[in-house]
């Protein structure tokens, strides 16, 4: 094992700042998202959004980026990760992967209005997966496992131990990217945005990252 998150650490992680925002954040209005990152850590994994005056939310964003540790995933790497999915509208939770300007996998990205759907994309080669879970195991409020394989000619995406999707096209050899967790907030354009000012949240309850 390479990687164990702990989500109140700084030493792991910087809260709040990352370079897939313009000008490092806080807002990032031309992804379609009601975000405004927050300078906040995140004990026990728990990721939140809650509603400001302005019509914003203040966001959960933690990335290993300018991090004291500096992890960076590589090709090989197996990231596995226990994470329960939120319940409420334009809840967009995920776990993606990005340097200089790009490099982005997408471990995962979830929206409550798609309830059985998982995203799953590969930006470093192209590819994507929008994969319907056949099981009822993916739900709002649902735990599931999580793991991502990222392979140099394949990367691979599995949910409770059961592969989803191989997407055939990999990262190459020499890939490296920093990692990103967080909760993003829907602007209504591609999905709805929150029906009233309630927080939203998703958890975290575990991520490792191994390399062979």
Same mark, same amino acid.
């Given at each position: 094992? !390479?990687?164990?998150?702990?989500?109140?650490? *700084? #030493? #792991?992680?910087?809260?709040?700042?990352?370079?897939?925002?313009?000008?490092?954040?806080?807002?990032?209005?031309?992804?379609?998202?009601?975000?405004?990152?927050?300078?906040?850590?995140?004990?026990?994994? &728990?990721?939140?959004?809650?509603?400001?005056?302005?019509?914003?939310?203040?966001?959960?964003?933690?990335?290993?980026? +300018?991090?004291?540790?500096?992890? #960076?995933?590589?090709? $090989?790497?197996?990231?596995?990760?226990?994470? /329960?999915?939120?319940?409420? =509208? $334009? =809840?967009?939770?995920?776990?993606?992967?990005?340097?200089?300007?790009? +490099?982005?996998?997408?471990?995962?990205?979830?929206?409550?209005?798609?309830?059985? @759907?998982?995203?799953?994309?590969?930006? !470093?080669?192209?590819?994507?997966?929008?994969? /319907?879970? *056949?099981?009822?195991?993916? =739900?709002?409020? =649902?735990?599931?496992?999580?793991?991502?394989?990222?392979?140099?000619?394949?990367?691979?995406?599995?949910?409770?131990?059961?592969?989803?999707?191989?997407?055939?096209?990999?990262?190459?050899?020499?890939?490296?990217?920093?990692?990103?967790? +967080? @909760?993003?907030?829907?602007?209504? /354009?591609?999905?709805? &945005?929150?029906?009233?000012?309630?927080?939203?949240?998703?958890?975290?309850?575990?991520? /490792?990252?191994?390399?062979?």
């Amino acid at each position: 094992m !390479v990687f164990e998150a702990a989500f109140d650490s *700084p #030493q #792991q992680w910087v809260a709040g700042r990352s370079s897939a925002y313009p000008g490092m954040g806080p807002t990032n209005r031309g992804d379609h998202k009601l975000d405004h990152l927050t300078p906040r850590y995140c004990p026990g994994g &728990k990721f939140t959004a809650v509603h400001r005056p302005d019509g914003l939310w203040d966001t959960d964003l933690l990335t290993t980026e +300018n991090s004291p540790g500096g992890f #960076q995933l590589r090709t $090989g790497d197996v990231l596995r990760a226990r994470i /329960t999915l939120p319940t409420g =509208a $334009g =809840a967009w939770p995920a776990i993606w992967t990005w340097r200089d300007g790009g +490099n982005e996998i997408d471990a995962f990205e979830y929206h409550p209005d798609h309830p059985s @759907l998982l995203e799953f994309s590969n930006h !470093v080669r192209g590819g994507y997966r929008y994969w /319907t879970d *056949p099981t009822g195991a993916v =739900a709002p409020g =649902a735990t599931v496992n999580l793991t991502v394989e990222f392979g140099s000619r394949s990367v691979r995406w599995s949910v409770n131990g059961t592969l989803a999707h191989a997407d055939g096209r990999g990262v190459g050899p020499f890939w490296h990217a920093y990692l990103i967790v +967080n @909760l993003s907030v829907s602007d209504g /354009t591609y999905h709805p &945005k929150p029906t009233g000012t309630d927080p939203l949240s998703w958890t975290c309850h575990s991520l /490792t990252v191994t390399r062979p």
